[in-house]
């Protein structure tokens, strides 16, 4: 997916002599050359940043916004995309990395070559030549989720959480932040967690390992919805016991909060990670000083707020329409 967003040409038109003779200049205005890398092209998180960077870029009008991605959440697919970016002669590149270090070598020779880089969503593991990283505060909304599952739970039970695939930083921090609240303030629940596994949806499994599960926190919208899918398929007497928050406010899972298979959302705010990664990337290429860190925040939605305006408007997007 490649979409550019130009500022077009702006001409400076003089005024006639006093004479009569007409005169008329154009000048080109200065482009910043901003490529946006995304997780995926297919998550509506990743769509929803898409948004949220189109506008930055059109309302400062001299972006000039490249936005590539590949199908699917792979190092080995988002490597290429990072050395064609880098071969297309932008000047700066905001990424959410599929890897924290398979990333890295492809990051640090574009920014060898006088790049600017700008972490958002995800980071390397080693990011000390990366302008800013832009992200959530994982481990706060770990936190939250944990402290809101417990309540659901009613303080006591086995609270699932589903193996994670490597590499990916922010999941293992929301997960860090989920697992130490509940270790530090909610002794009665016992985990479930394998931690690190190429398998992260084998849920069918987790639940017939753990028959006396009544809570799970999930950390993104595809693993949410397949475990939706996987909690359908138990018997009423076991499904009904069974309480979810997860992270990601993708449509479908909002759908699936609204009917009640899913208790509680954290929701991140992608548009305007998207949005600060182009106004960041600009700052630094036109000599601006810049935070090194700069934590989103995040939302939560439940049945009881979810069709109100003030919350409804964190529900990720499908189209930039």
């Not at 050359?33 to 769509?47: K, Q, V």
């Not at 995309?81 to 297309?88: E, I, L, M, R």
């Not at 799970?216 to 309480?243: C, H, T, Y």
Request: glycine letters at 8%; hydrophobic letters at 45%; proline letters at 4%.
């Amino acid at each position: 997916m490649r979409q550019f967003i130009t500022a077009g040409l702006s001409a400076l038109v003089l005024a006639a002599s006093a004479h009569g003779a007409g005169a008329q200049s154009a000048t080109t205005a200065k482009k910043y050359r901003i490529a946006l890398i995304l997780g995926t092209t297919t998550d509506n998180f990743y769509t929803s940043m898409q948004c949220g960077a189109q506008e930055a870029a059109k309302r400062l009008g001299d972006v000039e916004l490249t936005i590539q991605g590949a199908p699917r959440w792979d190092a080995t697919l988002q490597t290429p995309v990072v050395n064609a970016v880098t071969a297309s002669g932008v000047q700066a590149i905001a990424i959410a990395v599929n890897d924290g270090r398979a990333l890295y070598a492809p990051l640090k020779a574009a920014n060898d070559k006088g790049i600017k880089i700008v972490g958002v969503d995800t980071r390397l593991t080693d990011s000390g030549f990366v302008v800013s990283n832009i992200s959530s505060d994982n481990r706060a909304l770990g936190a939250e989720a944990a402290r809101t599952l417990a309540k659901l739970m009613g303080e006591k039970g086995t609270a699932l959480i589903p193996p994670i695939t490597p590499g990916i930083t922010t999941v293992a921090d929301r997960i860090q932040g989920f697992i130490d609240e509940m270790k530090a303030n909610h002794k009665n629940i016992k985990i479930a967690y394998k931690g690190i596994s190429e398998d992260a949806s084998a849920f069918s499994a987790a639940f017939a390992a753990n028959p006396d599960i009544t809570g799970m926190f999930l950390i993104a919208n595809n693993e949410a919805l397949v475990a939706a899918g996987a909690i359908r398929q138990l018997p009423a007497s076991r499904r009904d016991k069974i309480s979810v928050v997860s992270f990601d406010a993708a449509p479908a899972l909002v759908q699936a909060l609204k009917s009640n298979q899913i208790q509680a959302i954290v929701a991140q705010k992608p548009a305007q990670m998207g949005a600060l990664a182009v106004e960041t990337a600009r700052k630094a290429l036109m000599g601006q000083a810049v935070a090194k860190s700069q934590p989103t925040g995040g939302v939560g939605l439940t049945q009881s707020n979810i069709n109100q305006p003030a919350f409804a408007q964190y529900v990720y997007k499908s189209n930039c329409n």
